[in-house]
């Protein structure tokens, strides 16, 4: 038997195993499926306020800034801050609830990207913000799909990506994550679900850290 023949039989014995979809581990009960995994997972606190702890602690390993606020006017102060500080241009957007009281602050020109853009201006534009549906306390990851956080593309192109969250989003695990997930989207989910764990980096090159690789090298999370 020749190599190729050999990987292909491995292949060919692989897809005769049923796999569970993510996050659902076939028909059991949630209870059981969220359990199975806690079990070799890293452990997360009971309480909203070990959780935020816990998150606050591994975006800060992640080279990723965290802010918490109590309104949105101090967001608003805080992303001015960060304008004036960076000499932002142009940033890029969409309509939310959380972007729509944020963005006009910045009295800059916004591309939105849930209307029709130019890629080329989206990659010209200083900084990405845009909503998100969870942050996971485990790993310190903010989770977005196409549907809220405008699009592919805006928390990838820009340099640049402020995530916007309440506190509310907050969940303690990556099972928790996809229960919300199978809650929010049932059997209609979006067309990209991304799960962003601090600013892109590689370590390819000589072992050494390099952010913005592959993205943003970049990454602030304004929690209200």
Same mark, same amino acid.
């Given at each position: 038997m020749t190599e190729r023949e050999n990987i292909l039989g491995r292949i060919r014995e692989a897809l005769k195993e049923k796999v569970h979809i993510p996050g659902r581990h076939g028909q059991v009960a949630t209870s059981t499926a969220t359990s199975i995994p806690r079990q070799w997972l890293p452990k997360v606190g009971e309480t909203f306020d $070990?959780?935020?702890?816990?998150? +606050? #602690?591994?975006?800060? $390993? %992640?080279? &990723?800034?965290?802010q918490l606020f109590n309104s949105a $006017?101090?967001?608003?102060? +805080?992303?001015? #801050?960060?304008?004036?500080?960076?000499?932002?241009? #142009?940033? +890029?957007?969409?309509?939310?609830d959380l972007t729509n009281a944020i963005c006009p602050a910045l009295s800059l020109p916004l591309l939105r990207t849930d209307r029709a853009y130019d890629v080329h201006e989206l990659e010209a534009c200083d900084v990405g913000i845009g909503e998100c549906d969870a942050l996971i306390a485990q790993t310190g990851t903010v989770l977005v799909t196409n549907r809220s956080a405008g699009g592919r593309a805006l928390s990838? %192109?820009?340099? @640049? @990506?402020?995530?916007?969250?309440?506190?509310?989003?907050?969940? &303690?695990?990556?099972? +928790?994550?996809?229960?919300? %997930?199978? #809650?929010?989207?049932?059997d209609n989910y979006p067309s990209m679900i991304s799960f962003i764990t601090g600013p892109s980096r590689t370590g390819d090159i000589e072992r050494i850290l390099v952010l913005g690789a592959h993205g943003p090298k970049k990454l602030t999370i304004f929690c209200l």
């Open positions: $070990e959780q935020l702890a816990l998150f +606050a #602690r591994n975006t800060a $390993e %992640l080279k &990723a800034d965290f $006017e101090e967001i608003r102060q +805080a992303i001015i #801050r960060l304008r004036d500080a960076e000499g932002w241009r #142009r940033v +890029a957007g969409h309509s939310g990838v %192109l820009p340099p @640049h @990506h402020v995530a916007l969250a309440r506190r509310d989003q907050l969940v &303690a695990d990556l099972p +928790a994550a996809f229960d919300l %997930l199978n #809650r929010k989207y049932a």
